[in-house]
């Protein structure tokens, strides 16, 4: 049975880090891409945005331009856990973050119950 589970979350001052992390079980993360996602406060669930993905194949990641230079995403295969690290927090980046398996080209299957992100001074 798939299934991952993010943290890391928390409140941050504006300008600060976090690093969030996906752990997965039930599968090995270099099976299937993983994907970050985002649901900022008061949008209906299908408003969920992807930020970031990391292809199992090569690698390979992708960033949405909202986040391009502030987000990092890596896996560590050996603990089974995919990372994001987002520096220079704006408050519009406050959300839930979720983590996903599936393909970087836009299907996702498994989903985390997300981690909560709070920006604000």
């Known amino acids: 049975q798939l299934r991952l589970v993010e943290s890391g979350g928390g409140l941050v001052q504006p300008g600060g880090s976090l690093i969030l992390s996906c752990a997965a079980s039930?599968?090995?993360?270099?099976?299937?891409?993983i994907g970050w996602f985002r649901q900022a406060p008061g949008n209906p669930e299908n408003e969920r945005k992807g930020?970031?993905?990391?292809?199992?194949?090569?690698?390979?990641?992708y960033y949405a331009d909202s986040v391009k230079g502030r987000f990092t995403i890596s896996r560590d295969n050996a603990k089974n856990t995919v990372y994001l690290q987002i520096n220079s927090l704006k408050s519009e980046d406050t959300a839930v973050y979720y983590c996903a398996a599936g393909s970087c080209r836009g299907d996702f299957t498994s989903w985390g119950q997300g981690t909560q992100v709070t920006v604000s001074s």
């Open positions: 039930g599968f090995t993360s270099d099976y299937y891409d």
């Open positions: 930020v970031s993905c990391i292809s199992t194949i090569d690698g390979k990641t």
